[in-house]
């Protein structure tokens, strides 16, 4: 949660740095409600994090958000689809040292190759690529907000289909990720 809820922030840091202005009220309603909104929806985690994995996870947020940022712009002959192939593919070189060193494996049985190999080509490549669509005519803050519909399609998904229950304050998490996204479409978020 910690990656997905800091998109939004490095997003609105690296907008404000580019444009030379400050965030409009908007956005940053948008953004304050948003990230209350998915501390509550997820509630408090029953076992502290590290540090060091904090970090990873704010430097994971940062990369996506340079992605968010750089991509916003279409260069001329990559596609979404390249774009998203391109980052998947580096992303997993730049993992496979650290792979490696831990001793993380994929038994090569055929079910487990076809899982993987399913799980990278299909969810995860569709949606990179329609986020990279949808990039080029979204502003980027609006875009980095809507990565949040994922923990909050989960936590309903859940509630829907598992039995899980959200409970008082995980509805009022989800009410507010609505709201911050409605906030962040309504109005031109900058």
């Known amino acids: 949660m910690v990656t997905i809820g800091s998109v939004p922030v490095f997003v609105v840091v690296a907008t404000t740095a580019q444009t030379r202005r400050w965030p409009s009220t908007a956005t940053l309603t948008s953004l304050g409600s948003a990230i209350v909104g998915l501390v509550l929806l997820m509630g408090s985690p029953g076992e502290r994090s590290s540090l060091i994995g904090i970090g990873c996870a704010l430097l994971a947020g940062a990369g996506f958000a340079m992605m968010t940022v750089v991509t916003r712009r279409p260069v001329a002959g990559l596609d979404s689809l390249r774009t998203a192939a391109m980052g998947c593919l580096v992303g997993g070189v730049l993992l496979l040292p650290a792979a490696l060193t831990v001793g993380i494996s994929i038994p090569l049985r055929p079910d487990l190759v076809a899982a993987a190999v399913y799980l990278g080509a299909v969810p995860t490549a ?15 803050v609006a875009a980095a907000l809507a990565v949040l519909l994922e923990p909050l399609t989960a936590a309903l998904l859940a509630t829907l289909l598992l039995g899980d229950r959200l409970g008082v304050v995980g509805w009022c998490g989800a009410a507010l990720l609505v709201a911050a996204l409605a906030v962040s479409q309504s109005r031109t978020a900058a």
Do not use: Q
């Open 126 to 140: 569709l949606a990179y690529t329609a986020y990279f669509t949808g990039l080029r005519n979204a502003h980027p």
